[in-house]
Nanobody, 122 residues
Framework: QVQLVESGGGLVQAGGSLRLSCAASGRTFSTYAMGWFRQAPGKEREFVLVWSGGITYYADSVKDRFTLSRDDNKNTVYLQMNSLKPEDTAVYYC?????????????????WGQGTQVTVSS
């Protein structure tokens, strides 16, 4: 079993930056694939990025603006978000899979955090 807790969301102006954290307990990250998803009001949950086996794959909408980093000693992953746009406004969720592999659909992830709100004002 894995518990995920996100933090770091908030309100930022367009062009600004935020760093989200996802702390895991129960198992180490090295045994899992990790992902970030987001969900805006009235929209489906959207893939942001996935990490597995040393490879990170980003959605086109966030490529070159968002960066994933990891601290295995702290069982924490970080999502650095730069050049934020109003369309990035959403609740951001950290997710983990109980097996490795680059997956892009939310139903392929087994564990989820509670989400953290990111609001980008224009």
């Amino acid at each position: 079993q894995v518990q995920l807790v996100e933090s770091g969301g908030g309100l930022v102006q367009a062009g600004g930056s935020l760093r989200l954290s996802c702390a895991a307990s129960g198992r180490t990250f090295s045994t899992y694939a990790m992902g970030w998803f987001r969900q805006a009001p009235g929209k489906e949950r959207e893939f942001v990025l996935v990490w597995s086996g040393g490879i990170t794959y980003y959605a086109d909408s966030v490529k070159d603006r968002f960066t994933l980093s990891r601290d295995d000693n702290k069982n924490t992953v970080y999502l650095q978000m730069n050049s934020l746009k109003p369309e990035d406004t959403a609740v951001y969720y950290c997710a983990a899979r109980s097996s490795p592999g680059l997956r892009f659909r939310s139903r392929e992830f087994d564990y989820w955090g509670q989400g953290t709100q990111v609001t980008v004002s224009s």
